[in-house]
């Protein structure tokens, strides 16, 4: 294809993405396209199964068109979320829609072994999920630790002791591109796409373990060394808690979600003590609150935007709870303001998974 047919190509499936449903002549309308051309193209991507027709739509002049939909199923995209013990992997279709998910307890080593299960683990997925290896896209892995702009490599990686590791052992196994994933930006990349509009915001991911993003002007900033929005090792208290990184104080120990939790307990049965009022549960939760609401109000003070709270604890706050914290900001902060600037990050679940998988989606519609 020349370049203007390439373009024009493009154009028409991305119009029927993001309308959905779209008749052949308001296609022609919209893109300014004469109707001989709009019917190569819509031929040249029913021919590639990309699209089809589905029933009938009013069309500009009154008779009912034909319906033209994108196949959201034709390509995939699967997300991997790497955790101490367990993993979890769904796979999400174009729109970004999960459509098949799976959890196994697999303890995290770099022995060959686990490989091979998580290997298998994702093609159970794609088989229950019916779907061919040759419709995914490719495989997102996230994990907590920082990793190398090419996904390639992990630079930091001391949660699950893995500084070095490659993405080789995953990518001779698995059919499809592979690449990793710093869990932070998995989630904040799944919040960006389910918020299309987000500008600029801090986001904060309240997982296991803390992580953070920075978005400005829509875009996941990376930084120099890609360590931007780390702010999990920031000292919140001088010769505080230990962190995993080996210092003392940092906001990992005071923010996280394993700061919160007691040895073994689960985030479920902790809200559940906690919203009927167990006063030991309303201790710790008050207390977590005002380490956040410190931190909080010293990246405000940095970049003045939206704070964005997800992760592992979304699911379970409230509007309460964000007032809350908000009217703890206010009387530390220098400047007051009116407007609740905190808001609660998508409450689904696997925002990690799902966002490991979203890259690729993004890569598919952006170059087709
Ligand atoms: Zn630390």
Not at 37 to 46: A, K, N
Not at 269 to 289: I, K, M, P
Request: hydrophobic fraction near 40%; proline fraction near 3%.
């Amino acid at each position: 294809m020349n370049d203007i047919r390439k373009k024009n190509y493009s154009d028409v499936y991305r119009l029927i993405y993001q309308e959905r449903r779209i008749s052949k002549s308001r296609i022609a309308s919209s893109l300014e396209m004469s109707l001989p051309t709009v019917t190569q193209h819509l031929s040249t991507l029913e021919t590639e199964q990309l699209i089809e027709k589905q029933g009938q739509i009013a069309s500009g002049i009154g008779r009912k068109a034909a319906a033209y939909i994108i196949r959201p199923e034709v390509r995939v995209s699967v997300g991997v979320e790497i955790l101490p013990d367990h993993i979890t992997a769904v796979v999400l279709n174009l729109y970004g829609m999960v459509i098949g998910e799976k959890k196994a307890q697999l303890p995290f080593s770099e022995k060959d072994e686990y490989f091979a299960s998580l290997r298998d683990l994702v093609y159970e997925l794609l088989q229950d999920s019916h779907i061919s290896d040759d419709a995914v896209l490719g495989a997102g892995i996230g994990i907590q630790g920082l990793v190398s702009e090419d996904g390639q490599r992990i630079l930091y990686g001391k949660i699950l002791d893995c500084t070095g590791l490659t993405i080789h052992p995953l990518s001779q196994r698995l059919s499809f591109p592979v690449r990793l994933i710093h869990d932070a930006e998995c989630a904040a990349e799944l919040e960006l796409w389910r918020n299309p509009e987000l500008a600029d915001v801090i986001y904060l991911s309240l997982g296991v373990h803390l992580g953070g993003a920075v978005i400005m002007h829509g875009q996941i900033q990376r930084g120099r060394t890609g360590r931007t929005g780390t702010v999990e090792h920031m000292t919140l208290v001088k010769g505080g808690r230990p962190c995993y990184c080996g210092k003392p104080g940092c906001m990992e120990s005071y923010c996280s979600v394993d700061a919160l939790l007691e040895e073994g307990e689960h985030l479920s049965d902790f809200f559940s003590q906690l919203r009927q009022g167990a006063s030991r549960h309303v201790r710790r939760w008050t207390e977590y609150l005002d380490y956040i609401a410190m931190a909080l109000n010293n990246l405000h003070m940095v970049l003045d935007c939206m704070i964005i709270l997800g992760g592992h604890i979304a699911p379970y706050l409230t509007r309460q709870d964000i007032d809350v914290l908000f009217s703890k900001l206010q009387d530390r902060t220098a400047f007051p303001e009116e407007e609740n600037f905190i808001r609660i990050g998508t409450q689904e679940n696997n925002t990690v998974a799902s966002g490991a998988a979203i890259p690729f989606i993004r890569t598919f519609l952006e170059t087709i």
